[in-house]
C-alpha cells in the first residue's frame, strides 16, 4: 500500500461520520469501557505508563488507546501493518480530527440542520440497534439453538471424505516416470518436493481431507476410488495438468459439537428473530409505497385462495 493510499485511509477513518463509527465493534466496545483515570507522568528513565499521553492539540489530550482505537477502524490490510510504521500518522490524524471539530464548533455547525440531520440519523441507528437487541435477548433460548441445531446436522448429514497426496506435472511423460521410480521404492514425499510444481510441494504434496465436492470431477474419482495406501497406477488428468495420487487415509466427518456450533448458530439464530420481529412491525404498520418518480406503485396482486379438494 503507498503511504498516499495509507494516508487516505487513515483521513477517511479519522473524519469518518457518525454512523460509521456507531456500526464500528470496537468502536461500540471502546464506548462501553469507564474511561482510564489520567495518567499520572512517568518518571525520567521509568516504563511508560500503561495508557500515556501521547499527543496535545490546544489542550486536549490524546493517549495511546486514542491510537488504538483509530486503528481499530481501519482496513485489515492496514491493520496488519506494523503499528510503528503508520503511529505518526495516526497521531496526525487524532491532531487534525481535532482540530476540525474545534474549528466546526467555533463556526457553530453544530446548531446547522445539516448536523443536526446526521445526528437524529446515528440516534436512530442507535435506538433501532438497542431494540432489536432486546428483542433478540428476550426471544433468545438454548431450546431455539439446540432446535436450529438439529434442522442443521439433518440438513448437513457427515460426508465422506478421503486425505491424498499429489504430485503434479505438466507432462504425462513426467507422471510415467514418477509412477515409475515410487513402484521402484521412492519416497512419494521426496519426489512431490522435487518434481511438484504447486505449493503443496513444500509439504510433501499433502492436501489435507477433502470431500468429493471440493476437488475437480477427475481428480476426486480417482482419489475416492482408491484403497488406503494405494498410489494411481497411471495420470490423472485434469485442467491443472498430470497428478500422481497418494491415498493415505479415509474417514466420515465429524459434525461440530452443540457447544462448538453454538456461536454461529446464535448468530443464525438472532437473524431470524430479527426478521421475525420486523415482519411483526410490518403486518400492524401502515405502509404507502410510490415509485422513483413519486407516482402510486400499483397494489400488489391478492395471494389466490385455496382451492378446494
Known sequence: MSFKTMRAALVVAALGSVAAV?????????????????????????????????ARANGKEFKRSDVIALLQQLDPQVQQMPLQMIYPQLVDQLIQAQLVTEAGYKAKLQDSADVKKRLKQAEEQFVQQAWLKAEIDKKMSPEKIKAAYDKWIKENPPQDEVRASHILVKTKEEADAIIKQLKGGADFAKLAAEKGTDGTKDRGGDLDYFTKDRMVPEFANAAFAMKVGDVSQAPVQTEFGFHVIKLTDKRKQVPPTLDQATPQLRQMVAQEIAEDVVKGLEKTAKVEKFNIDGSPMPAAPAAPAPQKK
Not at 29 to 34: R, S, Y
Not at 40 to 45: E, L, N, S, T, Y
Open 22 to 54: 456507531a456500526l464500528s465493534p470496537a468502536m461500540a466496545q471502546d464506548a462501553a469501557k469507564p474511561a482510564a483515570p489520567a495518567a499520572k507522568p512517568a518518571a525520567a528513565g521509568s516504563a511508560l505508563a500503561d495508557d500515556p499521553v501521547v
